[in-house]
């Protein structure tokens, strides 16, 4: 079983769609957790990060459940700059951070 | 205040030749990470130093990959003798642990892209 597993995708959504990405992780000694997002051919850039149950950025929501090692995101009118692939990244502190393999979003007009 | 830099961005070289890759971490930071990404792939953990010293290498692929971090500031990652699997996208990394929190967050240099032909 991978580390960090997310929902495989694409996810094609029209404009204004609402969007949710599904992510866990099997070390339940994970302490950090983030949403990355990475355009095409361009480095990973922090969109959100979790620390407690959860929080909101604008039309971004990201929900933790350490008991169910569970991490989730919302995108609520979603716009055509949000296309790209969000990435689950889970840290242990002191360690390493680990990677999800990437949802792909594509919004369409 | 500069971000994570890169260098080379872009580097195409023969099977068999040497390539160097060099990253300066944010300023003050500790930690500094290299990842991979190769075509179709997620983004592999290669290794970990704290400031000059490995804290976990257990992704180097193998022993024609050395990554060094004299004097805990730039840190290089060089590969020799190149081989056509090297290909992909070298991002460095850094973070600095926030004490007592036991957060960091990660930020990622644009990447080095390395193709072996």
């Known amino acids: 079983r991978k580390e960090v597993e997310q929902d495989p995708g694409p996810f094609n959504v029209p404009e204004g769609a609402t969007v949710a990405f599904n992510c866990t992780y099997s070390n339940s000694a994970s302490q950090s957790f983030f949403w990355y997002r990475q355009d095409c051919r361009k480095e990973p850039k922090l969109l959100m990060s979790?620390?407690?149950s959860g929080n909101e950025d604008g039309r971004f929501t990201a929900q933790l459940n350490r008991a169910s090692q569970y991490i989730s995101l919302l995108i609520r009118d979603s716009k055509l700059s949000d296309s790209a692939t969000y990435l689950c990244v889970v840290n242990y502190y002191g360690q390493n951070f680990v990677f999800g393999p990437g949802t792909r979003l594509s919004v369409l007009p | 205040e500069a971000g994570v830099t890169q260098f080379p961005s872009h580097s195409v070289i023969e099977k068999g030749q040497t390539v160097t890759l060099r990253c300066d971490p944010i300023?003050?930071?500790?930690?500094l990470y290299w990842y991979r990404r190769v075509m179709g792939k997620e983004i592999k953990f290669l290794l970990h130093?704290?400031?000059?010293?490995?804290?976990?290498e257990s992704g180097m692929p193998n022993n024609r990959f050395l990554a060094e971090r004299t004097g805990g500031t730039y840190s290089t990652l060089k590969v020799q003798p190149a081989e056509l699997e090297d290909s992909g996208v070298y991002f460095c990394?850094?973070?600095?642990?926030?004490?007592?929190?036991?957060?960091?967050?990660?930020?990622f240099g644009e990447g080095s892209w390395l193709t072996v032909v």
């Open positions: 130093f704290v400031k000059e010293s490995k804290q976990d």
């Open positions: 979790v620390y407690s």
């Open positions: 300023s003050g930071h500790d930690n």
């Open positions: 990394a850094s973070s600095q642990d926030i004490p007592g929190t036991g957060r960091n967050t990660i930020y």
